[in-house]
């Protein structure tokens, strides 16, 4: 069986063996809005739980909006223009609006990917800046949660007089569902804040998985977080297949995204018929794909619908590598699952350590394979004993074992696919 995946910018073929019960797995989706320019200009003058947001802005002299950075295919090329035209009207003017790449702990974005992020116009013309979640110095202390949670959030966000995010709504691994909150914390807030949000006592809780909301303590934590950033404003979207916008949510931060989170897990979710004997997912393609810290979710996404014990072969190109020096070398250094979690039990939280405990929490449930061509085998500690040169050599030894008629789950764009096994059949 053929099936396209997707893998960097051009995607690749991938081809199971016959004598496999293989079954293509995506999410529904809504449908493409007919008017987009017009459902914009709708919720932004009729948001929910808000005053327009012209009206939210009159009176005030500047505004700070966090964005997505790269590894995000939000459309803020499309939803940016009508916001930024409001916030002209209400008599904030352009030297007044900052732009931040909510960047987390990610790198600052390049000159060619703001063009891409934002478009050529409002990037040469905007105060346009990428967050340093590292410059402790560039950040101001907004008070701590009622967990303990330090909240430091980056100092131009927070001196301005309207406070806004602009995002989309997916699956996320360990929040439930992206936008909202997350453009605050961890998109604009310093590492000494993002460190205690990704430690172990938050990522090792069950709840704190895709799709995962009502009791998720990490979503809990991150609304209270942005509530003290004093979040004004929200406009965020959901995407189809082809990243093209299904759905507008804009106003009250917690009340508009609430409704794009129900949009979505009644529009997005995918039953299966039983867990899968193996499964083969990718990590969605160009820009999620690119460096190997990122392209886990794509093993996240997979593995409710994956028996125990079952194989699950992860593709991604990883164009840029590994990622951060501080993952490298905690990857580099990966001795097994169970030996990491252990090893950071007790110890302080180190940057990036978190989306290697995600995988190790995986691997101890299933025998994880790689096919990630720009990570080399030997960056990749113990993991690179199962990595591959080549697809044709993954694929052969995820089938290897397999019985006649085994179950086969392909999940061509993994970390967009929010499915789950049926109880009636899992």
């Not at 293509?24 to 989706?29: E, F, I, L, P």
């Not at 803020?76 to 960047?103: D, F, M, Q, S």
């Not at 190790?360 to 690179?384: H, Q």
Request: a negative charge; glycine letters at 8%; proline letters at 6%.
């Amino acid at each position: 069986m053929k099936t396209q995946f997707a893998f960097g910018k051009h995607g690749i073929e991938v081809t199971v063996p016959e004598g496999f019960d293989c079954q293509v797995v995506r999410s529904r989706a809504a449908q493409a809005l007919d008017n987009v320019a017009g459902a914009l200009e709708a919720a932004l003058d009729h948001p929910i739980h808000s005053e327009p947001l012209e009206k939210l802005a009159a009176g005030k002299r500047t505004a700070g909006i966090s964005v997505c950075d790269i590894t995000r295919p939000a459309p803020n090329r499309i939803t940016l223009p009508p916001l930024l035209k409001r916030l002209h009207a209400a008599g904030i003017p352009k030297e007044g609006v900052t732009i931040l790449i909510a960047t987390g702990l990610h790198r600052a974005a390049t000159t060619e990917e703001l063009d891409i992020i934002l478009g050529p116009e409002i990037a040469a013309t905007y105060n346009v800046v990428s967050h340093d979640a590292r410059n402790f110095a560039a950040h101001r202390s907004v008070g701590t949660t009622r967990r303990g949670t330090p909240v430091y959030i980056d100092e131009r966000f927070v001196a301005a007089d309207l406070h806004i995010t602009l995002g989309f709504i997916e699956p996320h691994l360990m929040l439930g569902f992206s936008g909202g909150r997350k453009l605050i914390v961890p998109g604009v807030a310093a590492q000494e804040t993002i460190k205690v949000i990704h430690s172990p006592r938050f990522i090792r809780e069950p709840l704190s998985t895709e799709g995962s909301i009502e009791g998720n303590p990490l979503h809990v934590e991150l609304l209270e977080a942005a509530a003290l950033a004093r979040h004004d404003f929200i406009l965020d979207v959901t995407l189809t297949q082809e990243r093209e916008i299904s759905g507008v949510f804009a106003g009250n931060p917690q009340k508009a995204h609430a409704a794009g989170m129900e949009f979505m897990m009644s529009n997005s979710l995918t039953s299966v018929d039983g867990l899968a004997d193996a499964v083969i997912t990718s990590s969605a393609g160009y820009p999620l794909d690119l460096t190997f810290y990122q392209c886990l979710k794509g093993l996240t996404a997979a593995q409710h619908i994956v028996k125990p014990g079952g194989k699950m072969l992860l593709l991604a190109e990883c164009a840029e590598g590994i990622g951060s020096p501080e993952y490298a070398r905690l990857l580099k250094g990966y001795r097994g699952h169970a030996e990491f979690l252990k090893e950071i039990e007790s110890t302080p939280v180190e940057i990036d350590q978190w989306q290697l405990e995600k995988l190790a929490l995986v691997g101890l449930k299933n025998e994880l394979l790689f096919y990630t061509p720009g990570a080399a085998r030997e960056a990749l500690g113990s993991l690179g004993a199962n990595a591959f040169d080549r697809l044709d050599d993954a694929i052969a030894a995820l089938v290897r074992d397999l019985a006649p008629g085994a179950r086969v789950a392909l999940l061509p764009e993994g970390p967009y696919t929010f499915a789950r096994a049926m109880p009636a059949y899992a």
